[in-house]
């Protein structure tokens, strides 16, 4: 009996040996938090983790032999974000990597000694998340999807394809730290533009159901959508609801025509994702987050639904059109037919 128990106690203790070393061994590797304001289960949040992954594997990385990821889902719900840093906290990662101004508003809060490398961030000094851009000092950098006149641009599209526009209605989401400070540049674009805006609240579905009922009272004859991670999770429902009220409407998120949106004017998400690989990498290697300057977006995405601005009675301009050859000065142009559109 002895005997048997020795044998058992050898044979257990054989087996544990490689799983204790592989223990030992991922809690010896780099880790990386990595903080979505959607779930795993959405396509389009899917393919901008993969794209961060991707990232990473250019930069000579793989998980599970040099770099361990630690990825959260906030599944729609700011009020997570808290919670959820707190516990990429408590795993004392090498580096944090939020999507989106209220995520990483959350791990700076969480924490001001691991370093954040922000994406898809819109105005990281508006917000207060950085000194600037050049410098951002503190324990954050990374990359901003905002270019200097990002929302003047969407608006022009928007008055480009209903020209005879006087009102439009402009939907925001006050939790988003990014998105007071381009409501004030929507508001000095339109004025400029002749165009009276009309800014409308909404932190979720409902919310969202409710501005939509009130762009209907204020009779206005477009909408722009700021980019913001709840609109860009029911993007499908805005534009449900655009196409209801017969509104032309511009999100600033990618996959919003292809959603069935008329437009979407932003920069490109899955480049600033893999990009955000390279600065993870920079501080894995010892660089301090304060010495890393803030990138901004390289690449911008024109796509347009032609067989929503057939429903819609709209005609796009054919200068609209050819606009897809030109290179201005901050942003590299690509204009692509959603999915199912019309020749």
């Known amino acids: 009996m002895e005997r048997r128990t020795f044998l058992a106690t050898l044979v257990g203790g054989l087996l544990a040996a490689?799983?204790?070393?592989?223990?030992?061994?991922?809690?010896?590797?780099?880790?990386?938090?990595?903080?979505?304001?959607?779930?795993?289960?959405?396509?389009?949040?899917?393919?901008?983790?993969?794209a961060f992954r991707q990232g990473l594997r250019e930069l000579g990385y793989v998980e599970g032999q040099n770099i361990v990821i630690e990825p959260r889902w906030a599944e729609g719900k700011y009020d997570r974000y808290p919670a959820l840093a707190a516990d990429l906290v408590r795993l004392k990662v090498d580096v944090i990597v939020p999507v989106g101004g209220a995520a990483t508003q959350a791990v700076q809060q969480a924490t001001r000694t691991i370093p954040?490398?922000?994406?898809?961030?819109?105005?990281?000094?508006?917000?207060?998340?950085?000194?600037?851009?050049?410098?951002?000092?503190?324990?954050?950098?990374?990359?901003?999807?905002?270019?200097?006149?990002?929302?003047?641009?969407?608006?022009?599209?928007?008055?480009?394809?209903?020209?005879?526009?006087?009102?439009?209605?402009?939907?925001?989401?006050?939790?988003?730290?990014?998105?007071?400070?381009?409501?004030?540049?929507?508001?000095?674009?339109?004025?400029?533009?002749?165009v009276r805006l009309q800014p409308l609240e909404?932190?979720?579905?409902?919310?969202?159901?409710?501005?939509?009922?009130?762009?209907?009272?204020?009779?206005?004859?477009?909408?722009?959508?700021?980019?913001?991670?709840?609109?860009?999770?029911?993007?499908?429902?805005?534009?449900?609801?655009?196409?209801?009220?017969?509104?032309?409407?511009?999100?600033?998120?990618?996959e919003y025509a292809e959603a069935g949106g008329l437009m979407n004017y932003t920069a490109n998400n899955l480049d600033l994702e893999r990009r955000a690989a390279t600065f993870v990498d920079k501080i894995l290697k010892g660089a301090k987050p304060a010495d890393l300057p803030i990138e901004q977006p390289s690449k911008f995405e024109l796509v347009i639904n032609l067989k929503t601005a057939k429903a819609l009675g709209l005609t796009i301009p054919q200068s609209l059109l050819l606009r897809a050859d030109e290179v201005p000065e901050h942003a590299l142009w690509r204009l692509l037919r959603a999915r199912g559109a019309a020749a």
């Open 18 to 50: 490689p799983l204790a070393a592989e223990a030992q061994l991922r809690e010896k590797l780099p880790r990386v938090g990595y903080l979505s304001p959607g779930s795993p289960s959405e396509p389009l949040r899917r393919r901008r983790f993969e």
């Open 116 to 194: 954040i490398v922000m994406s898809v961030v819109i105005d990281p000094v508006g917000s207060g998340l950085v000194a600037s851009l050049a410098r951002p000092g503190g324990n954050v950098t990374g990359l901003t999807i905002m270019a200097s006149d990002l929302v003047g641009k969407q608006l022009e599209l928007l008055k480009e394809v209903v020209p005879k526009v006087s009102r439009m209605a402009l939907l925001w989401n006050p939790a988003n730290p990014g998105s007071a400070p381009q409501l004030r540049q929507a508001e000095a674009a339109a004025q400029a533009l002749g």
């Open 202 to 254: 909404a932190r979720g579905p409902q919310e969202i159901d409710s501005a939509f009922a009130a762009m209907t009272r204020e009779r206005v004859g477009a909408l722009l959508i700021l980019p913001d991670a709840i609109f860009g999770n029911q993007r499908k429902q805005i534009a449900e609801l655009a196409a209801k009220r017969r509104l032309p409407s511009l999100l600033g998120v990618a």
